[in-house]
Protein backbone atom coordinates (compact mmCIF):
# COMPACT_ATOMS: atom_id res chain seq x y z
CA UNK A 1 0.00 0.00 0.00
CA UNK A 2 1.45 3.02 -0.69
CA UNK A 3 1.82 6.26 1.41
CA UNK A 4 -1.23 7.88 -1.03
CA UNK A 5 -3.36 5.23 -0.70
CA UNK A 6 -2.78 4.71 3.02
CA UNK A 7 -3.78 8.61 3.68
CA UNK A 8 -7.27 7.94 1.95
CA UNK A 9 -7.94 5.20 3.61
CA UNK A 10 -7.26 6.76 6.72
CA UNK A 11 -9.78 10.06 5.47
CA UNK A 12 -12.68 7.63 4.33
CA UNK A 13 -12.30 6.27 8.10
CA UNK A 14 -12.57 9.54 10.12
CA UNK A 15 -14.87 10.55 7.13
CA UNK A 16 -17.71 7.77 8.24
CA UNK A 17 -16.30 8.67 11.70
CA UNK A 18 -17.17 12.21 11.19
CA UNK A 19 -20.79 11.26 9.80
CA UNK A 20 -21.76 9.11 12.28
CA UNK A 21 -20.86 11.51 14.73
CA UNK A 22 -22.68 14.25 13.06
CA UNK A 23 -25.61 12.38 12.20
CA UNK A 24 -26.37 11.97 15.97
CA UNK A 25 -25.41 15.20 17.30
CA UNK A 26 -25.41 17.72 14.45
CA UNK A 27 -22.79 20.03 13.36
CA UNK A 28 -21.85 21.14 16.68
CA UNK A 29 -19.41 18.37 16.65
CA UNK A 30 -17.75 18.86 13.59
CA UNK A 31 -14.01 17.91 13.39
CA UNK A 32 -11.57 21.14 13.99
CA UNK A 33 -9.79 20.46 10.90
CA UNK A 34 -11.66 20.16 7.34
CA UNK A 35 -11.61 16.69 6.06
CA UNK A 36 -10.86 15.94 2.03
CA UNK A 37 -14.09 13.62 2.22
CA UNK A 38 -16.90 16.85 2.95
CA UNK A 39 -18.78 18.26 0.86
CA UNK A 40 -18.67 22.19 1.04
CA UNK A 41 -21.40 24.62 0.15
CA UNK A 42 -20.75 27.96 -1.04
CA UNK A 43 -23.94 30.00 -1.66
CA UNK A 44 -24.83 31.99 -4.91
CA UNK A 45 -25.96 35.34 -4.45
CA UNK A 46 -25.77 36.37 -8.42
CA UNK A 47 -27.42 34.94 -11.40
CA UNK A 48 -23.74 36.17 -13.31
CA UNK A 49 -21.41 33.54 -10.67
CA UNK A 50 -23.47 30.67 -12.59
CA UNK A 51 -22.49 29.67 -16.06
CA UNK A 52 -26.07 28.15 -17.24
CA UNK A 53 -24.71 26.73 -20.00
CA UNK A 54 -22.20 23.71 -18.04
CA UNK A 55 -24.68 23.77 -14.78
CA UNK A 56 -21.57 25.01 -13.17
CA UNK A 57 -20.51 27.72 -10.73
CA UNK A 58 -18.35 30.28 -12.26
CA UNK A 59 -14.77 30.51 -11.43
CA UNK A 60 -15.40 34.42 -10.35
CA UNK A 61 -17.34 33.23 -7.66
CA UNK A 62 -14.39 31.34 -5.47
CA UNK A 63 -11.92 34.49 -6.06
CA UNK A 64 -10.59 35.33 -3.10
CA UNK A 65 -11.45 38.84 -0.68
CA UNK A 66 -9.21 40.49 1.23
CA UNK A 67 -10.70 40.45 5.11
CA UNK A 68 -8.28 41.81 7.91
CA UNK A 69 -5.36 41.33 5.62
CA UNK A 70 -6.16 38.00 4.70
CA UNK A 71 -7.53 36.44 0.99
CA UNK A 72 -10.33 34.07 1.84
CA UNK A 73 -13.49 32.63 0.29
CA UNK A 74 -16.57 31.71 2.68
CA UNK A 75 -17.63 27.83 2.22
CA UNK A 76 -20.08 26.12 4.60
CA UNK A 77 -19.41 22.19 5.39
CA UNK A 78 -22.64 20.42 4.50
CA UNK A 79 -21.20 16.59 4.81
CA UNK A 80 -24.42 15.45 6.76
CA UNK A 81 -26.87 18.17 6.46
CA UNK A 82 -29.82 18.01 4.43
CA UNK A 83 -31.07 20.36 2.30
CA UNK A 84 -33.64 21.97 4.18
CA UNK A 85 -30.95 22.17 7.50
CA UNK A 86 -28.31 23.77 4.84
CA UNK A 87 -31.26 26.54 3.70
CA UNK A 88 -32.33 27.28 7.09
CA UNK A 89 -28.50 28.03 7.75
CA UNK A 90 -28.43 30.41 4.40
CA UNK A 91 -32.02 32.33 5.78
CA UNK A 92 -30.73 32.40 9.55
CA UNK A 93 -27.33 33.32 8.89
CA UNK A 94 -26.33 34.23 5.20
CA UNK A 95 -29.15 36.11 3.59
CA UNK A 96 -29.51 39.07 6.32
CA UNK A 97 -25.76 39.78 5.80
CA UNK A 98 -26.50 40.08 1.62
CA UNK A 99 -28.60 42.72 -0.24
CA UNK A 100 -30.35 39.58 -1.61
CA UNK A 101 -30.82 36.34 -0.30
CA UNK A 102 -29.29 33.43 -2.25
CA UNK A 103 -30.29 32.07 -5.45
CA UNK A 104 -28.82 28.74 -5.38
CA UNK A 105 -25.42 27.29 -4.32
CA UNK A 106 -22.99 25.34 -5.35
CA UNK A 107 -21.70 21.77 -4.03
CA UNK A 108 -18.53 20.26 -4.17
CA UNK A 109 -15.63 18.77 -2.28
CA UNK A 110 -13.21 19.42 0.02
CA UNK A 111 -10.66 17.46 -1.68
CA UNK A 112 -10.21 19.88 -4.60
CA UNK A 113 -9.03 22.45 -2.53
CA UNK A 114 -6.77 20.67 -0.72
CA UNK A 115 -5.21 19.84 -4.16
CA UNK A 116 -4.47 23.76 -5.07
CA UNK A 117 -0.89 24.62 -4.19
CA UNK A 118 -0.93 26.18 -1.04
CA UNK A 119 -5.03 26.18 -0.55
CA UNK A 120 -6.41 24.93 2.96
CA UNK A 121 -9.40 26.07 5.11
CA UNK A 122 -9.74 27.68 8.72
CA UNK A 123 -13.10 26.31 9.96
CA UNK A 124 -13.47 29.63 12.50
CA UNK A 125 -17.32 28.40 12.81
CA UNK A 126 -18.26 31.98 12.71
CA UNK A 127 -20.98 33.13 12.43
CA UNK A 128 -22.27 29.36 12.08
CA UNK A 129 -20.47 26.49 13.38
CA UNK A 130 -20.14 24.85 9.68
CA UNK A 131 -18.87 28.06 8.32
CA UNK A 132 -14.95 27.69 7.16
CA UNK A 133 -12.94 30.14 4.76
CA UNK A 134 -10.79 28.49 2.27
CA UNK A 135 -6.80 30.54 2.68
CA UNK A 136 -3.26 30.28 1.39
CA UNK A 137 -4.50 32.17 -1.59
CA UNK A 138 -0.65 33.51 -3.41
CA UNK A 139 -0.10 36.50 -1.33
CA UNK A 140 3.49 38.29 -1.92
CA UNK A 141 4.06 41.05 0.38
CA UNK A 142 5.32 44.50 -1.91
CA UNK A 143 3.65 42.81 -5.38
CA UNK A 144 0.11 44.55 -6.31
CA UNK A 145 -2.84 41.78 -6.26
CA UNK A 146 -2.95 42.91 -10.47
CA UNK A 147 0.08 40.85 -10.72
CA UNK A 148 -0.78 37.71 -9.01
CA UNK A 149 -4.19 37.32 -9.55
CA UNK A 150 -3.56 34.78 -12.11
CA UNK A 151 -2.77 32.41 -9.80
CA UNK A 152 -6.08 33.15 -8.13
CA UNK A 153 -7.76 32.60 -11.45
CA UNK A 154 -6.22 29.14 -11.79
CA UNK A 155 -6.97 27.78 -8.51
CA UNK A 156 -10.59 28.90 -8.86
CA UNK A 157 -10.73 27.37 -11.70
CA UNK A 158 -10.36 24.15 -10.53
CA UNK A 159 -12.14 24.12 -8.05
CA UNK A 160 -15.34 25.53 -9.34
CA UNK A 161 -15.38 23.08 -12.11
CA UNK A 162 -16.00 20.77 -9.26
CA UNK A 163 -19.42 22.81 -7.79
CA UNK A 164 -21.99 22.12 -9.97
CA UNK A 165 -24.52 24.64 -9.40
CA UNK A 166 -28.43 23.59 -7.53
CA UNK A 167 -31.32 25.96 -7.15
CA UNK A 168 -32.73 27.13 -4.15
CA UNK B 1 -25.00 34.29 -62.40
CA UNK B 2 -21.95 35.80 -61.66
CA UNK B 3 -23.30 39.11 -61.09
CA UNK B 4 -25.63 38.21 -58.69
CA UNK B 5 -23.02 36.50 -56.67
CA UNK B 6 -20.97 39.11 -56.42
CA UNK B 7 -23.97 41.51 -55.45
CA UNK B 8 -24.25 39.96 -52.44
CA UNK B 9 -20.73 40.24 -51.25
CA UNK B 10 -21.96 40.80 -47.76
CA UNK B 11 -22.69 37.08 -47.17
CA UNK B 12 -20.39 35.10 -45.93
CA UNK B 13 -20.77 32.20 -48.39
CA UNK B 14 -21.53 33.99 -51.97
CA UNK B 15 -23.38 30.78 -52.81
CA UNK B 16 -25.93 30.76 -50.52
CA UNK B 17 -29.05 31.27 -52.34
CA UNK B 18 -28.35 31.48 -55.39
CA UNK B 19 -27.23 28.15 -56.06
CA UNK B 20 -29.89 24.85 -55.66
CA UNK B 21 -27.85 21.21 -55.64
CA UNK B 22 -30.50 18.59 -57.55
CA UNK B 23 -29.55 15.60 -55.78
CA UNK B 24 -29.78 14.72 -52.76
CA UNK B 25 -26.20 14.66 -51.87
CA UNK B 26 -25.66 17.89 -52.93
CA UNK B 27 -29.30 19.38 -51.76
CA UNK B 28 -27.83 17.93 -47.87
CA UNK B 29 -24.39 19.76 -48.64
CA UNK B 30 -26.72 22.59 -49.38
CA UNK B 31 -28.47 22.73 -46.10
CA UNK B 32 -25.37 22.22 -44.12
CA UNK B 33 -23.57 25.07 -45.71
CA UNK B 34 -26.71 26.63 -45.05
CA UNK B 35 -26.60 25.64 -41.28
CA UNK B 36 -22.79 26.83 -40.77
CA UNK B 37 -23.31 30.07 -42.92
CA UNK B 38 -26.20 30.72 -40.37
CA UNK B 39 -23.75 29.96 -37.58
CA UNK B 40 -20.59 32.02 -38.62
CA UNK B 41 -23.31 34.86 -39.51
CA UNK B 42 -24.57 34.88 -35.77
CA UNK B 43 -21.24 34.15 -33.74
CA UNK B 44 -19.84 37.31 -35.28
CA UNK B 45 -22.49 39.34 -35.05
CA UNK B 46 -22.73 38.10 -31.23
CA UNK B 47 -19.27 39.03 -30.24
CA UNK B 48 -20.30 43.02 -30.67
CA UNK B 49 -23.94 42.65 -29.63
CA UNK B 50 -23.47 40.66 -26.30
CA UNK B 51 -20.12 42.32 -25.36
CA UNK B 52 -21.67 46.07 -25.75
CA UNK B 53 -24.89 44.60 -23.84
CA UNK B 54 -23.20 43.02 -21.07
CA UNK B 55 -21.15 46.08 -20.93
CA UNK B 56 -24.08 48.14 -20.94
CA UNK B 57 -25.53 46.29 -18.18
CA UNK B 58 -22.03 46.14 -15.66
CA UNK B 59 -21.92 50.29 -16.48
CA UNK B 60 -25.33 50.52 -15.10
CA UNK B 61 -25.08 47.92 -11.96
CA UNK B 62 -21.22 47.81 -11.01
CA UNK B 63 -20.44 51.47 -11.11
CA UNK B 64 -20.55 52.16 -7.57
CA UNK B 65 -18.43 50.65 -4.83
CA UNK B 66 -20.17 47.72 -2.63
CA UNK B 67 -22.31 47.29 -5.82
CA UNK B 68 -23.05 43.55 -5.12
CA UNK B 69 -23.52 44.31 -1.12
CA UNK B 70 -20.04 42.25 -0.46
CA UNK B 71 -17.92 45.19 -0.51
CA UNK B 72 -17.03 45.22 -4.11
CA UNK B 73 -14.82 47.86 -5.91
CA UNK B 74 -16.90 49.70 -8.27
CA UNK B 75 -16.00 49.11 -12.01
CA UNK B 76 -14.70 52.49 -14.02
CA UNK B 77 -15.28 53.13 -17.19
CA UNK B 78 -11.74 53.10 -17.96
CA UNK B 79 -11.67 49.29 -17.49
CA UNK B 80 -14.85 49.35 -19.29
CA UNK B 81 -12.93 51.10 -21.80
CA UNK B 82 -10.24 48.86 -21.97
CA UNK B 83 -12.11 45.50 -22.19
CA UNK B 84 -13.99 46.70 -24.88
CA UNK B 85 -10.79 47.15 -26.75
CA UNK B 86 -9.60 44.27 -25.83
CA UNK B 87 -12.31 42.14 -27.06
CA UNK B 88 -12.53 43.77 -30.29
CA UNK B 89 -8.69 43.15 -31.16
CA UNK B 90 -9.74 39.63 -29.84
CA UNK B 91 -12.38 39.16 -32.59
CA UNK B 92 -10.36 40.37 -35.15
CA UNK B 93 -7.76 37.65 -34.56
CA UNK B 94 -9.57 34.58 -33.46
CA UNK B 95 -10.73 32.35 -36.42
CA UNK B 96 -14.50 33.11 -37.80
CA UNK B 97 -16.94 31.16 -35.70
CA UNK B 98 -14.79 31.76 -32.04
CA UNK B 99 -18.12 32.01 -29.57
CA UNK B 100 -18.30 35.15 -28.03
CA UNK B 101 -16.91 35.47 -24.21
CA UNK B 102 -19.44 35.66 -21.71
CA UNK B 103 -18.83 39.37 -20.07
CA UNK B 104 -18.50 39.39 -15.87
CA UNK B 105 -17.86 41.94 -13.35
CA UNK B 106 -15.53 40.69 -10.55
CA UNK B 107 -15.77 41.81 -7.02
CA UNK B 108 -12.11 43.90 -7.45
CA UNK B 109 -13.74 46.00 -10.03
CA UNK B 110 -12.24 44.23 -13.17
CA UNK B 111 -14.10 42.76 -16.02
CA UNK B 112 -13.84 38.98 -17.03
CA UNK B 113 -13.85 38.25 -20.75
CA UNK B 114 -14.62 34.43 -20.57
CA UNK B 115 -14.80 31.48 -22.51
CA UNK B 116 -16.17 27.98 -21.50
CA UNK B 117 -16.27 24.30 -23.89
CA UNK B 118 -16.99 22.93 -20.67
CA UNK B 119 -16.94 22.98 -16.98
CA UNK B 120 -13.55 21.22 -17.21
CA UNK B 121 -12.21 23.24 -20.60
CA UNK B 122 -12.38 26.82 -19.73
CA UNK B 123 -10.37 30.32 -20.64
CA UNK B 124 -10.60 33.78 -18.90
CA UNK B 125 -9.05 36.93 -19.03
CA UNK B 126 -9.50 39.41 -16.20
CA UNK B 127 -9.11 43.21 -17.30
CA UNK B 128 -8.46 45.73 -15.44
CA UNK B 129 -7.67 49.73 -15.77
CA UNK B 130 -4.57 49.45 -15.15
CA UNK B 131 -3.58 47.67 -18.13
CA UNK B 132 -2.81 44.29 -17.20
CA UNK B 133 -4.49 41.34 -18.22
CA UNK B 134 -4.61 38.32 -16.16
CA UNK B 135 -5.53 34.76 -17.38
CA UNK B 136 -6.16 31.54 -17.13
CA UNK B 137 -7.26 28.76 -18.74
CA UNK B 138 -7.66 24.57 -19.19
CA UNK B 139 -7.27 24.53 -22.37
CA UNK B 140 -6.46 20.30 -22.20
CA UNK B 141 -5.24 18.07 -19.88
CA UNK B 142 -1.85 19.26 -18.44
CA UNK B 143 -2.10 22.72 -20.80
CA UNK B 144 -3.15 24.85 -18.04
CA UNK B 145 -1.62 28.20 -18.85
CA UNK B 146 -1.78 31.09 -16.54
CA UNK B 147 0.03 34.63 -16.35
CA UNK B 148 -0.46 38.51 -16.27
CA UNK B 149 0.55 40.41 -19.81
CA UNK B 150 0.62 43.86 -20.29
CA UNK B 151 -1.51 45.28 -22.72
CA UNK B 152 -0.98 48.44 -24.91
CA UNK B 153 -3.13 48.58 -27.73
CA UNK B 154 -0.36 49.35 -30.29
CA UNK B 155 1.48 46.21 -29.41
CA UNK B 156 -0.37 43.46 -30.65
CA UNK B 157 1.99 40.85 -29.25
CA UNK B 158 -0.05 40.20 -26.13
CA UNK B 159 -3.47 39.75 -27.77
CA UNK B 160 -1.97 37.40 -30.00
CA UNK B 161 -0.76 35.18 -28.03
CA UNK B 162 -3.75 34.92 -25.88
CA UNK B 163 -6.31 34.51 -29.32
CA UNK B 164 -4.03 31.94 -29.49
CA UNK B 165 -5.20 30.19 -26.10
CA UNK B 166 -9.26 30.59 -27.37
CA UNK B 167 -7.86 29.25 -30.41
CA UNK B 168 -6.76 26.35 -28.79
CA UNK B 169 -9.28 25.76 -26.42
CA UNK B 170 -12.28 25.08 -29.51
CA UNK B 171 -9.88 23.42 -31.66
Avoid at chain 1, 102 to 116: D, K, L, S, T
Avoid at chain 2, 41 to 59: C, F, H, K, M
Avoid at chain 2, 96 to 117: C, H, M, N
Wanted: aromatic residues 8%.
Amino acid sequence: MTWRNLLHAIQRQFSIWHFLLRSCFGSLLLPSRVCGCEELTTFVVSRKHVNWETGFVREEHFHPRRVANRLETSVIRTTALNATTVWDICTQYFDPRQRHAAIGRGIGPARVVFEQDGLSFDPDGIPHPTHANIVGWRDEPGRPEKEIKHHWKHAAQRIAAKFPYEPR
Amino acid sequence: MTELVLSKSTSIWPFESETRAVSTYGRMLDDLLSIATRQVGRNVQDWDVQIESALAEIVAECSVDDWDGCGAKAVLPETVTITRLVANILHERVPKGTPPPDVLPESDGEIALSWTRTPDRVFSISVGDHGNLNYAGRLADGVEPHDVAEFTARDPTTIQHLALFITQLFR
